[in-house]
């Protein structure tokens, strides 16, 4: 059914034409997903890797733009293969297409549409984003293709770095990485980290990137969890992040865990979680309970430690958009008096680079009666 | 990506092959949506009315089976429109397609595919199932159509009866009702039900059909109380589904109504319902609690009377795939002795016809001390 | 098990002085359902009527604090029964007690703990709020108990006041009201709205209370649209709440419906809602889909009116913490240019009095193309 | 509120007297948690250690019963500790009292309620069950209670065998367990497994134990994944229970894990799973989708090998009352012609014993092609 039951009278002109935009009268609910600001500079929820029918995704372009409203996202690009159209000649091969029939959806939603490809040779993968002339890459070879790409204006970054092989830098990438032919590498793809490139990316001073690499329409197994890049922007549009992919201020979220730089991460907890209750009164051999709550869709998971060591508290859990109160236990040989002290929290689940955890200090003054 | 990480080394032509396939590999989890079968008859769970890219839906076809799978259906059919394409030229108006590139998919998951098309003219639409020749409808008149149609073997039911306007029985459709061009109706389509046809249909002898319509993948509000129609068939394959429909052996089922015939909703009550304990001892001024269980995907609501009215119990839920406990009160005229009960439970979300519901008795016997 | 594992080496005297604190060492998870402050009052989620084992209820004292907590409630007061004791002599009838068990774990929790009681003579049932000495009103006749209650200090509300009865304002509390014994009204009991009692409590000007009245410990059933008084207080403290009652700043919450003031429900509204687009460009014959976020835990049920004639606008539900993309039709005689819209939206589930509901505008730039 | 409006016109007596029963008028709703019965035995879900503010619990002893029945179980044990009491004198110390107060709605809500306690000695705990007089053994010493609870008809089990210390078999349990004074050890207790008594429990026959040990309420976090005992019961009566129990026929379920013996476990798997299709034609070098069918609440994680090496299956997730579609990969080399294949099925969270999975057979007949 062409779904247009509201209007009484329509001739079948107006019908056809009004088809073609009928899910702009339905309503769809956002979920918001929120995140905090970081240092004045703005928090783009984005996936840069997305499939539709115009390669080999199983959904129409429109659909990746009510995904990523649904779904809390700021940010998206439609990124085909260049070389892989396995439903040809059912669908047209034009990689202009996808971008073009998604944009009106992406404006009525307020959706950031970046134009992008995934240009594809053999296991070589790599996304070409703001890329106004989307079908110059095909039939070239790897390096040409990236050439080319970057003539045409695209940031790229290298896919799934270690896609059927164990994860590493691979001699074969030298030759694209002397040339500067790529940016960033992604850390994440869908639900997989590669982990073995983390420190080559770091000591390469490679943008991170986080991306779902979806083809099938997103299930709610999918969704949750699902990978993002955070793009730390200066304005939330195209230029401000492409600024920002340059500058490599972006960090990977995906399954609860975060990487990114040690700076942006902090700002993400500062703007993120309220101590409710910094300051009170305890007995020896008794306890505190701090309360803390969390207004971001990140957790933290937290591992404490604390000087003076007489006040001691376990891992805790602080949920996404939740508070949660925890029982710090005073001992029996807590000296009374006023103390200023220093809970150090590990964020075990932010990494700030390979091994290496957020650490944050909350302080606290406690009265010992 | 092509999502092949697992295998080793791959030829590029291997890894086109495999990609075409590449959902194969995938894990598919199904929420099986019991329901019970009923006089010998197998209960089928069956939307026959989707959409594709190849008329104006937003998924390719693999998707339709994959979500049936998933939601516990036993039978599909894509019923793209012969006469709107509005992705034209971008994706291919042939309607052979959807079915042919679904099959082997629908194979896999042991979902049962009934090739169909939706017969598009102006506001008049209507569904072709069984049609070996999908393109032969195209560019008729709509008498012309389903005359066609039929002439190829097909069963045919007018969709969404009310769409645009009042529901009712268009005098428009009665050159087609009086030809016997059609052999049932979408009670419910989508989210609506088209209450105001469905005594003409009764007293028609109409099959009751409720499918979805879905043109966009579905999501988890879509899913949650989704149309479907019940067959009862002899044999779980097409020519036991189209046996059924020509009996008119069929119900629907949509927002946790079911709409049918007395004897076939009595036989759901039946196979979904137990009473734990039909019998027991009670104190006059006291209560019993009854308890059933349901072991069915329906839900039960109940409105309950009883004989004799020293025994009074007030409206209950029973759940999907889950127990009730509800206390009935014994009032305290309640003569001492051994009774023989009859409950009389009217289910005021089955329908038997217009204005009609199901109602079933329980027996039990009490003790009054 | 007494809970304890963590600690190395506990003599049994220290163990058991631990085991009756053990909650503290536990972890705690708050839903912070968010609801704006209005008008520089601080608006409070409160819930005066709960019962523990001390009367009839089934849960220690501790286990209303830890669910209030959970629940992102602010203040409550255990109010049980002062003349029905079924547990007795199992368990103490001194209403002195539920306060002061549960008060060191509000304190610790961060929850107000109002000292109340619910005065119970037959079927007349009122609480009475900050009462210190809590065993006044026993076995005294229901003026001379609220006589006592108010001698001392006290808050008093009549509860669900159309028990067993048509609701109504019933002849026999005349005196009460006359004599000026009570100032408030449950609205709100439980699941249960007293309709028939609305009109009168505005005309007498008396306080609209909402309150769950919980027995039982609170399930998951339960916590979902329970009941909750609102209360729009200058400073988050038992004083603060106290001036509020008496100066009936107080809104019901139950089940996704709010009862109170025009001044009070529109603050909530503009606290919740922003619109994220309040100007664009439309073509006429096309659509313009607004996008609204609520920041709150309410939800907001909208039947859109518009000036002019030619936008067009259907219901909607804005979900709590959520955001909506509705499309608003434009008509094909739309004239060209800019204009000043005014949406008019009812709030059907926001009461601001019998039959009335919260309306509130949103204005609207468009240019017509 | 007494929770009777539905009741016209009550005398205050009548009120008070139903209102001991009020909960008898509410309805119930009992999540099913389907498991298999097993070679004739019925399986019985059960939780042998639960407390109520007999001790030092926070509910009343009816909110067990309830919380059985809305979660699947079939038999409880209320076990307040007879040596703590830090509730006096607010509660009775009485350890008659929970079974007595609770036996009425569990004979209503169909719960087998087993009479029991919890022999408190300091560090030392053990749970006697099916005992009558439940006061015998208040201010003995450990030894002499166990002698005590042995010669009133218990059977006694030790409980959290690690509490406080590292997990192990102490020496300070050896002239008990030298005097057969016990039968049993909770291998779980709450969310903790003691996997370091497992070895020895084995050893020495001692029947595996599963519970709760709650004190609060169950919360929606407690109930997912909670422990249970499963019995596998000549009859599903107390006598049954105790012969199973003497005769070691029980398992530990809990968070997903299953620990038991090879045979019934061998039996929850056939009675729980059905293979779908279990023969088909498939192509060298393409899939074969094989579907399982779950209709338990247990869900099974499995690693999969087979025979012949051409055939080969990740690992996959069969959830609880699912079905769940996965691939194995046809190699290349794949002889052509019919062959019998032994999947080999490893379920990675059914303990045979420590560090022993449960190990299945599921044979298949395909054709390559």
């Known amino acids: 059914m062409i779904r247009l039951h509201r209007f009484a009278v329509l001739t079948l002109a107006a019908l056809l034409t009004l088809a073609l935009s009928t899910t702009a009268f339905s309503q769809h609910v956002r979920n918001p997903l929120p995140v905090p600001d970081v240092e004045g500079f703005k928090t783009l929820k984005c996936d840069f890797h997305l499939h539709t029918v115009f390669s080999d995704g199983r959904v129409w372009p429109t659909v990746r733009v009510i995904e990523a409203y649904r779904q809390g996202l700021d940010v998206i690009a439609l990124t085909d293969h260049d070389d892989y159209h396995p439903w040809a000649p059912h669908v047209s091969e034009d990689l202009m297409r996808p971008h073009e029939l998604a944009k009106p959806m992406a404006d009525e939603l307020g959706i950031i549409l970046i134009p992008g490809i995934e240009i594809t040779k053999g296991e070589w993968h790599f996304n070409a984003l703001f890329l106004e002339d989307r079908n110059v890459t095909k039939n070239l070879e790897k390096k040409e293709a990236l050439i080319a790409a970057k003539k045409h204006g695209a940031f790229v970054f290298w896919n799934h770095p270690g896609w059927q092989r164990p994860e590493r830098w691979f001699p074969e990438i030298d030759p694209l990485w002397d040339s500067q032919l790529?940016?960033?590498?992604?850390?994440?793809?869908?639900?997989?980290?590669?982990?073995?490139?983390?420190?080559?990316?770091?000591?390469?001073?490679?943008?991170?990137?986080?991306?779902?690499?979806?083809?099938?329409?997103?299930?709610?197994?999918?969704?949750e969890g699902r990978a993002i890049t955070l793009v730390f922007a200066r304005t939330a549009d195209p230029s401000g992040i492409r600024e920002a992919l340059e500058a490599r201020r972006t960090a990977a979220w995906m399954g609860g865990e975060v990487w990114g730089s040690k700076e942006m991460l902090t700002g993400l907890w500062e703007g993120a979680v309220k101590v409710e209750n910094s300051s009170g009164t305890v007995a020896a051999g008794g306890s505190y309970t701090l309360r803390l709550s969390?207004?971001?869709?990140?957790?933290?998971?937290?591992?404490?430690?604390?000087?003076?060591?007489?006040?001691?508290?376990?891992?805790?859990?602080?949920?996404?958009?939740?508070?949660?109160?925890?029982?710090a236990r005073i001992a029996e040989e807590a000296p009374q008096g006023s103390h200023e002290i220093d809970l150090v929290f590990k964020i075990t689940n932010f990494h700030t680079g390979p091994g290496e955890n957020l650490v944050v200090n909350v302080p606290l003054r406690l009265v010992v009666e």
């Open 182 to 223: 790529f940016s960033g590498i992604e850390l994440v793809n869908g639900k997989t980290v590669y982990d073995g490139i983390y420190q080559e990316m770091m000591d390469k001073n490679l943008a991170i990137l986080s991306n779902t690499d979806w083809h099938m329409p997103a299930t709610e197994g999918d969704i």
């Open 294 to 327: 969390n207004s971001s869709a990140f957790e933290f998971r937290i591992d404490a430690a604390a000087k003076p060591e007489w006040l001691s508290l376990r891992g805790s859990r602080l949920a996404a958009q939740s508070g949660m109160a925890v029982a």
